[in-house]
């Protein structure tokens, strides 16, 4: 039972990391309906800025966290000003292959600076917390309360705050926010900063108990566009859900059933719900 | 300057460029050149395939890599593992490119635009993780190595380049003439009004999921018989094939040239692989110039070479005599109709 509950604790900590990549993933979508494919490099660059302000500068952890969510905001801003503002009336393929272009770009200018080998970022919390027989690192507990109480800042700022609302808003109906007066361009910029944002902290948080390399955004880009399938394209609860529940599921496939494929889990999850249900769970329409 | 341009969309241009490629490897510097191109045909291969799916039919399939990968390794595992011949074990490649792409199809069809982009993503990214983990069938990361090269029944030696190039050649334009008779066919029309719009094309009586999932299958035995002749030339292949940059590569390549367009995969193959060779020193960080070239490319020039050359052709027709216009729509029915098919397009 001690191993069940290990297995839960490890799933809320994947689901914690996928569930803030996969709400920048949903929250652009919602506003733009791009699926932005350069979101899993994002994430690796926010890894390797706050790895390079942490090791090369020796700054604080936090401070590190803070630059890196700056940085990638500021890219992520750009990608929409320079890229997907200019396509916004293109083919829908179009965008699509940018947002590739962008990706790979971006992996290859990090691979030319900082090279293709694996790195382990350092934690200034390595204590091991103890309860009963469970073991959980205080990195991993950091990930945890982090996550979620970021997750609660947003939904505070998307509720409760005017510029919250005007995404909500655009990402409910576009043509009635421009009606209302909302400016779509402001609108766009702060989804993209916000999201490049938390795919940055996301990585940083993950980065100590994980590997930094040029190709680590991939894998889970991939899972947290699975994730945003499974809970409906634009949802934000249906990102967090989504999260936990591949969370959970690769957590105990790894365990109980094969830890070499435990990866795959996730894909044969969206293999077999697009197999029953094309849309997606949540969704209601195809947009 | 009339006679020029009409010349090269006439059919004296097509023998022109055979017989060009024919004389290339006595005309080339060294064996390097021609181990080059023989690699660059193989790539405009896979192209094709890619502009059948997502040229004329308009599915941007984002596993292309992938299939290509699934040849390559069919054609690895029976040479090597089970000592089959290479000849049988390309056919088998093809075959094994038609089932897989039926399976995948027939699910990943289903759904639209962007689901379908992301599914392709996800099955790429499924077909990477199977070559690399499942050790007891693919060797795993080690990749596989000494692939038993094309046997030339004691005529001709398949392991010499210059042989090898003119086989290749052989299966390019034997690729290029069946991408011809689809897209002049009632069936590369039809994969056309697709891309056009789903719904129309539905409401004048086309079965949509017949014909994509055929459009797709075209692509997966394209994209995995280059990756059996790949897997013959070079004779080791890993994991690394399948990743998307392959994908995006190919992409490069139908959008320089003129995606949906007869000759803009070929073009655009043959240019941004002359291209990384001259920067050989760039090799390694291609990316760096040709993921900002994509976009640029996208933004701005998203027709490709052969596709604005197509536009512009039809739109100086136009401008000189209007008469002369819907005459030659009649005559050039078919030139024309891409010449718009590319506006649509961009």
């Known amino acids: 039972m001690d191993l069940f509950f290990q297995q839960v604790l490890n799933g809320l900590t994947l689901g914690s990391i996928y569930g803030l990549v996969a709400l920048g993933l949903t929250l652009v979508y919602g506003i733009l309906h791009v699926p932005n494919f350069a979101h899993g490099a994002l994430y690796m660059v926010g890894a390797y800025i706050s790895y390079f302000v942490m090791v090369d500068m020796g700054l604080n952890y936090w401070v590190a966290m803070i630059a890196a969510a700056g940085v990638v905001a500021l890219i992520s801003v750009l990608c929409e000003r320079l890229i997907f503002h200019p396509l916004r009336h293109a083919p829908p393929i179009h965008d699509k292959i940018a947002a590739i272009g962008v990706m790979l770009f971006l992996e290859a200018v990090v691979q030319m600076h900082w090279g293709a080998d694996f790195r382990r970022m350092p934690t200034p919390y390595t204590s091991i917390l103890h309860f009963g027989d469970i073991t959980l690192p205080a990195q991993r507990l950091l990930i945890i309360v982090a996550a979620f109480s970021l997750m609660g800042l947003l939904h505070l700022y998307l509720k409760k705050t005017m510029t919250g609302s005007t995404i909500v808003a655009m990402a409910q109906n576009r043509e009635g926010a421009f009606l209302v007066g909302i400016n779509a361009n402001r609108v766009a910029m702060m989804t993209f900063a916000i999201a490049g944002g938390l795919a940055a902290v996301a990585a940083s948080l993950f980065a100590p108990i994980n590997l930094v390399y040029p190709a680590m955004g991939h894998l889970l880009l991939t899972k947290a566009f699975v994730i945003i399938i499974l809970g409906g394209m634009g949802s934000i609860p249906g990102a967090i859900i989504g999260a936990l529940i591949i969370g959970f599921a690769e957590a105990l496939g790894g365990f109980y059933i094969s830890g070499t494929y435990k990866d795959l889990i996730a894909f044969a999850l969206l293999v077999f719900i697009l197999s029953v249900k094309p849309t997606g769970l949540f969704t209601k329409g195809v947009r | ?346």
């Not at chain 2, 639209?112 to 790429?124: N, P, R, S």
């Not at chain 2, 030339?152 to 991408?179: H, K, N, Q, R, S």
């Not at chain 2, 596709?307 to 005599?321: C, D, E, I, P, T």
């Not at chain 2, 216009?325 to 506006?343: C, I, M, P």
Request: some cysteine.
């Open chain 2, 1 to 346: 300057m009339n006679r020029l341009v009409e010349f090269l969309v006439s059919p004296a241009m097509k023998i022109l460029l055979i017989a060009l490629a024919l004389v290339f490897p006595f005309v080339a510097g060294d064996e390097y050149q021609i181990y080059v191109m023989a690699l660059a045909f193989i790539w405009a291969i896979a192209a094709y395939g890619f502009n059948i799916i997502t040229g004329y039919c308009g599915q941007l399939n984002l596993a292309h890599g992938g299939f290509f990968a699934i040849g390559a390794y069919v054609v690895a595992i029976l040479t090597v593992d089970h000592g089959w011949a290479f000849w049988p074990a390309f056919v088998a490649s093809m075959v094994a490119g038609a089932v897989f792409g039926f399976l995948v199809g027939v699910v990943s069809l289903r759904l639209k635009e962007h689901y379908f982009a992301i599914f392709t993503l996800c099955v790429g990214y499924i077909i990477y993780l199977l070559l690399d983990k499942w050790e007891e069938v693919t060797h795993g990361s080690l990749g596989i190595i000494n692939i038993t090269p094309p046997e030339g029944f004691g005529l001709i030696d398949f392991t010499e380049t210059i042989p090898f190039y003119y086989l290749v050649l052989f299966f390019l334009v034997l690729a290029i003439w069946l991408c011809s008779r689809i897209s002049n066919s009632l069936v590369g029309r039809t994969f056309r009004a697709i891309r056009t719009s789903d719904d129309l094309a539905q409401s004048l009586g086309i079965n949509l999921m017949r014909n994509k999932v055929l459009a797709f299958v075209l692509s997966t035995v394209y994209a995995a018989g280059a990756g059996g002749l790949y897997a013959g030339v070079v004779r080791f292949i890993g994991p690394a094939e399948a990743e998307i940059q392959h994908t995006f590569d190919l992409i490069t390549y139908m959008l320089v040239g003129g995606i949906g367009t007869l000759m803009g995969p070929l073009l655009g193959t043959l240019i941004i692989m002359w291209l990384t060779q001259f920067l050989q020193s760039l090799e390694e960080y291609r990316m760096i110039v040709f993921g900002p070239l994509l976009v640029l490319l996208v933004i701005f020039f998203p027709m490709g070479i052969i596709g604005s050359f197509l536009s512009w052709r039809g739109r100086r027709a136009a401008r000189r005599s209007p008469a002369h216009k819907t005459l030659s729509r009649v005559t050039e029915d078919d030139q024309d109709d891409k010449n718009r098919e590319a506006g649509n397009n961009a």
